[in-house]
DNA sequence: CATCCACGATCATTATTTTTATTTTTGGAT
DNA sequence: ATCCAAAAATAAAAATAATGATCGTGGATG
């Protein structure tokens, strides 16, 4: 099963699957709500997920059809978009993780491997997930105030929003600046999106 | 010809079009730096060019075929950046505009409607583009500036790196906060990355 | 008991606005 | 080709607001 949001894109993973003997596309969509409902009727070997996806995201998708079928095998294809997409991706139960821009070759590599019990996972996208530092790991109080900060509040708004005082919205912030490693909010909000802490 | 740096999409593209009696796909490529000596060898009717590549981008690659081929026509194939890549690809002179996502019909419309002489640009994309301020337009040295503020840089940074005071520096973030209709250079780094003034 | 969350207080630094002024550049118009 | 007006870049000063660092305290949770 094939799950893009890019018409196009599926056109092209479809050709390249169903050009082959030992593969066949059973189903395909663009939504992740769409492919829970899909991939109950089909029950395909491998699912090839990108975790952009309007709405529902590809990780949330993988995460409830997992739920209800422990033995579904997923590899992941989507554009690079940081390392926490990687790790949210594996923790999920991805056992493999491409990237669109790759030769094809490694997809139907990726496919193959997975089929068979196996991981995937190309030195660029190792690499990426090895350099996250642990110490990195926000607490969901301060992921919500990195959304807020991404969305340009200031600390006094944020405090209103969340109902708590300004010197506590100062200590989130503080500890956010720490443990993404950058000195100031502007800083933290680039980093963040750059490594998919939060979406835009 | 396609220009995309993703195979895969690549393969989609060229499966629609291979699929029809009147088009064929004459070259594809996955750098604007190939794709400006390609079309030099086909001269295609009309070339599909995604904007984010590898090195020279989109926009530049069309300019440079532009500057010799001046009769050229381009179709922008891209995912949503932001109304800024639009109006940059339009100045350049692409006559078309569609988004990775849209139905694979809308692509082969406005391949015929741009070979004839015409333009496309779908309702959302021409929204985008009118919901541009033109007061939004940064002078060359505000668009430096703002660069090394998505940098993360202080003011004091700044003016150091280019050789100006700090009042100078402050001068222009205080522009651009005002061109930009935000309020602090938090908010001025969120909505230049949204509308792709400025890339990561 | 370690971690997260919340709060308070001080303090130095940085950011932002506002105003004023000089120099350079640019785009037309004559 | 030159002149004029508008825009942009530069700079300085002063005042207000926001930010970030660094202390310390206490409750709740798993």
Same mark, same amino acid.
């Given at each position: 099963m094939i799950v893009d949001d890019h018409p196009l894109m599926r056109v092209g993973v479809a050709s390249i699957i169903n050009a082959r003997s030992d593969m066949a596309v059973v189903a395909q969509t663009g939504t992740g709500e769409e492919a829970v409902t899909l991939f109950a009727h089909h029950q395909p070997d491998v699912t090839l997920m990108d975790l952009r996806l309007p709405q529902m995201s590809g990780v949330d998708a993988i995460l409830a059809i997992r739920s209800r079928f422990p033995q579904s095998k997923f590899v992941v294809l989507t554009t690079y978009e940081g390392d926490e997409d990687i790790h949210r991706a594996l923790e999920?139960?991805?056992?493999?993780?491409?990237?669109?821009?790759?030769?094809?070759?490694?997809?139907?590599?990726?496919?193959?491997?997975?089929?068979?019990?196996?991981?995937?996972?190309?030195?660029? $996208?190792? !690499?990426? /997930?090895?350099?996250? #530092?642990?110490?990195? &790991?926000?607490?969901?109080?301060?992921?919500? $105030?990195? !959304?807020? /900060?991404?969305?340009? #509040?200031?600390?006094? &708004?944020?405090?209103?929003?969340?109902?708590?005082?300004?010197?506590?919205?100062?200590?989130?912030v503080s500890t956010i600046l720490m443990r993404l490693d950058v000195s100031d909010r502007t800083q933290a909000v680039v980093t963040a999106l750059q490594r998919g802490l939060i979406h835009l």
């Open positions: 999920a139960g991805a056992k493999g993780y491409i990237i669109k821009g790759m030769p094809y070759q490694t997809l139907v590599e990726a496919l193959l491997r997975v089929h068979t019990g196996g991981r995937f996972l190309p030195p660029p $996208v190792a !690499r990426a /997930l090895a350099s996250r #530092m642990p110490d990195s &790991e926000l607490s969901s109080r301060e992921k919500e $105030v990195l !959304r807020h /900060l991404v969305a340009g #509040m200031s600390n006094k &708004e944020i405090a209103g929003l969340l109902g708590i005082t300004e010197a506590t919205v100062k200590c989130h």
